[in-house]
């Protein structure tokens, strides 16, 4: 029995979303260790709030990072990345992360993203936008 062709574009865009989800979390665990390497303590990862998600939250000397993390296939798509960065939904899940664990609004805290792609080591770009 043959698939109809809308059937056959949903198995694609299934498999599709499937693979970019698989290269998103490989990116983010390659994101963490990175961090661990230069010093960073990973207190939770992929925390999902009702107002958005947080792909990192790494502490190093009292300073909270809410990190972005942005795979991608290929180094030239770094500055396509950086404007995708949806700064208001990390901000307001950070508030909310924030609110669970009052401790943290005493700790300086800030908003850094990690870029990836192959065959290059990761960029770490420390602040780099500012929180509402």
Known sequence: MRLSPSRQRNNQ??????GAELFGRRGEAL???YLRLKGYRIVAARVKTPVGEIDLVARRFGLTAFVEVKARRGRAEE?????????????RAAQYYVA?????????????VI??????WPRHVKNAFQGE
């Open 13 to 18: 865009t299934r498999a599709s979303r499937l």
């Open 31 to 33: 994101a963490a260790w």
């Open 79 to 91: 500055a396509i990345a950086l404007e995708a960065v949806n700064t208001r939904r990390i901000s």
């Open 100 to 112: 669970r664990y009052p401790a943290l609004a005493e700790t300086p805290l800030r908003f850094d």
């Open 115 to 120: 870029f990836l792609a192959p065959m290059t």
